[in-house]
T-cell receptor, first 115, second 111 residues
Framework: DTEVTQTPKHLVMGMTNKKSLKCEQH?????MYWYKQKAKKPPELMFV???????INESVPSRFSPECPNSSLLNLHLHALQPEDSALYLC??????????????FGPGTRLLVL | QQQVKQSPQSLIVQKGGISIINCAYE??????FPWYQQFPGKGPALLIAIRPDVSEKKEGRFTISFNKSAKQFSLHIMDSQPGDSATYFCAASTDTDKLIFGTGTRLQVFP
């Protein structure tokens, strides 16, 4: 099973809302990632968790708050977002423990619209 | 120096033809070069990857050609099929740094 699941598939939120994106994998992977992808652009790395510890934060605004409750789950908490944060948010996982050349398996993404 | 330049931006190929997408990089420390395929509404999926100790890698209809001296690598899709229509991203990384993605190529294969 090489599946990464993400919920919800679509999310519409106002600028004052608080919401969370969820990601789950059951491949025993120890590294998990959040990416942001704008239309017709490549994915941009936001965060990397390795062994449930945050190992990379790509200078992401504090209105995005990641959380890794256990080795299978990754959350992204959203608060006071701006319309320009509207994008496809992708979760990925890899077997590697922070060695970023391991094959990354991506989920289908959550399409977020901020009004 | 961290950029990966990808061309063309879009590509239209007839069924059965060869699709060729090119990427170029500057950072000589890069030593892992994957290609990702992304269908609309889906996340990217690893297609094929190469390391600089080989000049070519083939998996089915997909081949990566790698030119270390020119700092270029390319994806060839032989016998292109309508089901190959997708966006393709090249990428590069070192063993301690994140994947740097190219800008993407939208491939359309017409019957």
């Amino acid at each position: 099973d090489t599946e990464v699941t993400q919920t919800p598939k679509h999310l519409v939120m106002g600028m004052t809302n608080k919401k969370s994106l969820k990601c789950e994998q059951h491949m025993g992977h120890r590294a998990m990632y959040w990416y942001k992808q704008k239309a017709k652009k490549p994915p941009e790395l936001m965060f990397v968790y390795s062994y449930e510890k945050l190992s990379i934060n790509e200078s992401v605004p504090s209105r995005f708050s990641p959380e890794c409750p256990n080795s299978s789950l990754l959350n992204l908490h959203l608060h006071a977002l701006q319309p320009e944060d509207s994008a496809l948010y992708l979760c990925a996982s890899s077997q590697g423990t922070g060695v970023l050349q391991e094959t990354q398996y991506f989920g289908p993404g959550t399409r977020l619209l901020v009004l | 120096q961290q950029q990966v330049k990808q061309s063309p931006q879009s590509l239209i190929v007839q069924k059965g033809g060869i699709s060729i997408i090119n990427c170029a990089y500057e950072n000589t420390a890069f030593d892992y070069f994957p290609w990702y395929q992304q269908f609309p509404g889906k996340g990217p999926a690893l297609l094929i990857a190469i390391r600089p100790d080989v000049s070519e890698k083939k998996e089915g209809r997909f081949t990566i050609s790698f030119n270390k001296s020119a700092k270029q690598f390319s994806l060839h899709i032989m016998d292109s099929q309508p089901g190959d229509s997708a966006t393709y991203f090249c990428a590069a990384s070192t063993d301690t740094d994140k994947l740097i993605f190219g800008t993407g190529t939208r491939l359309q294969v017409f019957p």
